[in-house]
């Protein structure tokens, strides 16, 4: 095998054959040609890439490895590890995009050559991209000798999709991959965040993110003059900048190093500051910044590290300057921190606190807020007037649709104009007109009390007791209605004629690997695909199909791929859990995308009828069989489940019987629903005096 050769684990061998990772297990036991481990561990072992994608080829099971499967395997296989892959592949796609017509001579000699005098052209592109002082180092020709294979492939990848995309499927991969090692802003929020600024910020404004993690905050900024940024993690730094740069023409300037001890920018004037600052800090500064002059509010408590950086940011901005904070929801309400929170708004500069659903950023469990401030400016007056808006409540479906908070469920563009109907007349008028259990102007007078509590929810009146009343009414008719659909589904009982007097039928059976392999169904697994131009696309998760409620999840932005698309009639099976939920797709759900963790099996009807199939496939014995274990996790080989050989007459007349135990469940569940919502509601109306005893 050659020295720098790329090498892929068993988890990527499943993603090149479009596979479970049970199915490269049972591979490796059956086949004695099947390539032998060139690395890893004996618990995780990695194979050549050559080797595997040979392999596959010769089986059948492959036809060609996709170019993109091919460049982020040999990030994965990097020997200097994927993030220093990262920062080269970003490098030679930012050539790629601003020296377009370098490249194809670099290109043109062989791979000794070309890791030799790749440095200087890089070199030139980031000083004058980044500046003498920057975050990205340019690679020398020996940190370059494992990666011609790398570099030519990323520059194939950029023809093919566009550097910027190329650039952001490799990176996205990678945070995918590792999820415990950052802390993600998700795009929802980010462009909330970038919305609640823009206004007072003025055209190409000067940006400046002190905690900019992955840059997903200052990318979501439309058409910016200049983006800076501070990470004191270096590798996130260096991506960082290389991500603005290839999404941006504005100037990047990003630094390594932690902008509480060490500013890099403490001349900088911003237009705006973004900042989701890492979460309750002790060992932020305190004892050696006791004297800084960024304390301008108050010097915050050891446990105050988020007052810490508002204030940090306040100092990086003009006067007039919009900060925006994602914040822990504690910041708002600790007697600790009460001091600053009074004089921030004596003064002027805290505008307003807008409450999260639980979801929307990690720490995923709790709602978090965002603070809005705005530096005071000589001459003006300040606000007396704070907005407090709620929108924890927000969700892709109602109560009685099911649901409830999540990031799988959150519904963004309620969110954002929820927000940004309140923010945008109050930040104009100074006041707005209240919306009972959503957003209202609180009198700075009213929170100057022993705590000074921003929480949104404790300065909200309830929603209005009129419509409450009456959707109770509506919920109760809907009860009513449901438990009498209810009574009509219930399936008729199993005793006497209903019963087999011979016991279980034993039919000759098939699986669906074998089924697949005649073409009866099809399958696909879901996971694959990017957010395309234009109308966005559903997503059908896998906590839609346990829950049995419309598709909820977002397609990821990324360079453009294929998504797996739904069509009525498609059966979906989770393949994590070992449950034994299954979702016939109808015309309501047709056309939405397959999410990750679900297999979609597609029956040809001439031969295979959906619910017969659906109802096979969900019987216990059947999963528990084809079902395999790990240390902290079921799944399910789907190609293993066994369905009996009966003709299609046969098929139709059992699964119109599972399609009636289906109708059944699904009205059973609404009824739990609306049951639980009738109880909380009466619950509340009886609090509040809105219901008579």
């Known amino acids: 095998m050659p020295e720098h050769a790329a090498e892929v684990t068993a988890a990527g061998i499943a993603r090149l054959a479009g596979v479970g990772r049970a199915a490269v297990s049972n591979w490796r036991r059956r086949h004695a040609d099947f390539p032998r481990p060139v690395g890893g561990t004996e618990t995780s072992p990695s194979f050549a890439l050559a080797d595997v994608e040979q392999w596959l080829r010769a089986q059948g099971k492959l036809a060609e490895v996709p170019l993109r499967e091919r460049v982020w395997q ?33 290109a043109a000699v062989s791979d000794r050559r070309l890791t030799e005098t790749l440095p200087v052209a890089l070199e030139e592109v980031l000083a004058e991209r980044f500046g003498p002082e920057r975050a990205v180092r340019t690679p020398s020709a020996a940190e370059l000798a494992p990666s011609a294979a790398l570099v030519r492939g990323a520059a194939d990848l950029a023809a093919e999709t566009g550097a910027r995309q190329a650039f952001e499927f490799l990176l996205g991969r990678h945070l995918d991959a590792n999820p415990r090692q950052y802390t993600l802003t998700p795009p929802g929020p980010a462009a909330l965040m970038a919305a609640l600024a823009a206004p007072g910020a003025g055209p190409r404004p000067t940006v400046l993110d002190p905690a900019s993690g992955t840059g997903t905050l200052l990318r979501a900024v439309e058409h910016p003059g200049a983006l800076h940024g501070q990470d004191a993690d270096p590798d996130l730094a260096a991506l960082t900048a290389l991500r603005l740069a290839l999404a941006s023409d504005a100037d990047i300037r990003v630094r390594t190093g932690d902008s509480l001890r060490a500013d890099a920018f403490p001349h900088v004037t911003a237009d705006t500051v973004l900042c989701h600052p890492p979460f309750n800090e002790r060992n932020w500064g305190h004892d050696e910044l006791a004297y800084d002059p960024r304390w301008e509010y108050g010097f915050p408590a050891r446990t105050e590290s988020e007052l810490a950086w508002v204030q940090h940011a306040l100092a990086r901005l003009r006067p007039g300057g919009t900060a925006v904070l994602l914040m822990p929801p504690a910041a708002a309400s600790r007697r600790s921190g009460r001091r600053i929170r009074a004089d921030l708004l004596r003064r002027g500069a805290l505008r307003a606190v807008v409450a999260l659903p639980a979801g929307a950023a990690p720490p995923y469990g709790i709602p978090l807020h965002l603070w809005v401030l705005r530096k005071p400016a000589a001459g003006v007056a300040a606000s007396p007037e704070l907005l407090v808006v709620d929108t924890t409540a927000t969700t892709t479906t109602d109560q009685a649709g099911g649901g409830g908070a999540g990031r799988d469920r959150l519904d963004w563009q309620a969110v954002h104009a929820a927000v940004l109907d ?17 957003s209202r102007s609180v009198p700075v007078i009213e929170l100057l009390d022993d705590d000074v509590d921003l929480a949104p929810a404790r300065h909200l009146p309830p929603p209005a007791a009129a419509e409450g009343a009456a959707q109770l009414t509506e919920v109760r008719d809907r009860l009513t ?17 209903a019963m087999s007097p011979a016991g279980p039928v034993r039919w000759p059976v098939t699986t669906v690997g074998e089924l697949a392999r005649g073409g009866a169904v099809t399958l696909r697994a879901g996971g694959a695909g990017a ?23 977002t397609l990821p932005d990324g360079p453009p791929e294929e998504p797996v698309l739904l069509a009525a009639g498609d059966v979906v099976v989770p393949v994590l859990g070992g449950g034994t939920a299954v979702r016939v797709v109808d015309a309501a759900t047709a056309g939405a995308a397959l999410g990750r963790n679900l297999q979609l099996l ?25 079902s395999s274990y790990a240390s902290t996790a079921t799944r399910l080989d789907v190609r293993r489940l066994q369905l009996p050989r009966l003709p299609l007459v046969e098929q139709r007349r059992l699964g119109e019987r599972f399609r009636a135990l289906a109708e059944f469940e699904e009205a059973l569940r609404l009824t739990a629903r609306l049951g639980e919502q009738l109880v909380q509601g009466l619950h509340d109306g009886l609090a509040d005096g809105t219901v008579a005893p």
């Open 531 to 553: 957010a395309p131009a234009g109308a966005p696309v559903a997503v059908l998760t896998d906590h839609d199909v346990l829950a049995a409620q419309a598709p909820s999840g």
């Open 74 to 106: 040999q990030v994965t296989g990097h020997p200097a590890g994927a993030v220093t892959a990262l920062v080269q592949a970003g490098c030679v796609l930012l050539l790629v995009r601003d020296r377009s017509t370098a490249w194809p001579a670099l």
């Open 481 to 497: 209605e449901t438990l009498s659909r209810t009574q009509e589904l219930t399936p008729p009982a199993v005793s006497g004629p």
């Open 422 to 438: 309140a923010w945008l007349p109050f930040d104009k008028d100074g006041t707005v007109a209240e919306t009972p259990g959503a």
């Open 602 to 626: 597609r029956p040809d009807p001439s031969a295979l009828d959906p619910w017969f199939l659906a109802g096979f496939v969900r019987a216990t014995a059947n999963t528990r069989q084809a």
